[in-house]
């Protein structure tokens, strides 16, 4: 098949530290160009990738100091993608709801995959706007405060098999906080509940500048009042191996409606089970016992931490394996792709018009 692959503009994919849409979007990617399909990727021009590269801005839009508006840069790939629709069978976005008016023509050979919280009042309105628009949601849950929408499956996230290694036996006795330091995320649970324990905390996560004033009136102080607690900053990939295989555990004591968690997955690719709190995804994506522990509050969350330690890592990798691979989130993708109505009814004539051969039958 030919697929074009919409990612966002702010971060390159895959990003060079946070950016947990922007990694997805390159590991299916280079899944899909793995299966022999042929991909483009309309992406910022310091991405790296095995698919066709249409650069969409020089640099990632957060990296390039010159940029003050994200929205003209945006409107541009926009219109790139429109002129080049037809080269397309499926045209996948993994931009929110910008491209929502332009793609009223060619729809139903599109997929938006909704990567972030959806239970934002402003949002009702546009969505019951556009019910047609064939949409991917990356947990039940986050399907709950949506109007009535064209819901054409649910794909979890998944990783590269050989992205982060199992280990067995991790080196350090502490517990991970891997993310963003927001009000949302809760790290000061985190902090309690290492503190509860008697263990130390390692805190890898951003600090975005709407979270300063948080981070600088209530996380910071408690960082220093705790002695146990060690804030790393933001961490890249190659870090993260390390970070998250040598924790006895992953705290994830989030409070608010996750749509996904890729960290999760990520603890688990490592062997280490995660201990989080049951909002949003979480009851989808942690199998309670056998990759991690879903709790409720501090108290339990702290109470079932000997547990976590105890776990078998084999198990939560073996999980992981089953459940989250990017192989299995590409195939996902792929039987969405081929039930779309306007990949056999429309893709075909427009390639053939194009003078170019159409086969949307599997691809091993």
Known sequence: MKIAQIAPLAESVPPKLYGGTERIVSYLTEELVAKGHDVTLFASGDSVTDARLVACSDVALRLNPDVRDHLPHQVV?????RRRAHEFDVLHFHIDLLHFPLIRDFADRTVTTLHGRLDLPDLKPFYRAFPDIPLVSISNDQRHPMPPVNWTGTVYHGLPANLLP????????????LGRISPEKRPDRAIEIAARVGMPLKIAAKIDNADKAYWETVIEPMVRSHPNVEFIGEINEHQKADFLGNAGALLFPIDWPEPFGLVMIEAMACGTPVIAFGCGSVPE????????IVVD???????NVEWAL???????RATFEKRFSAERMARDYLDIYRNLPGVRTK??????????????QVVA
């Open 77 to 81: 790939m926009l219109e790139e993608i």
């Open 166 to 177: 199992f280990t067995e036996k991790p080196k350090g006795n502490y517990l991970a906080f």
């Open 285 to 292: 994506v942690i199998d309670n016992g056998a990759s991690g």
């Open 297 to 303: 509050s501090v108290t339990e969350a702290a109470e």
């Open 310 to 316: 105890r776990m078998d890592r084999k198990k939560v």
């Open 347 to 360: 893709a075909a004539p427009l390639r053939r018009a194009n003078g170019q051969d159409i086969d949307l």
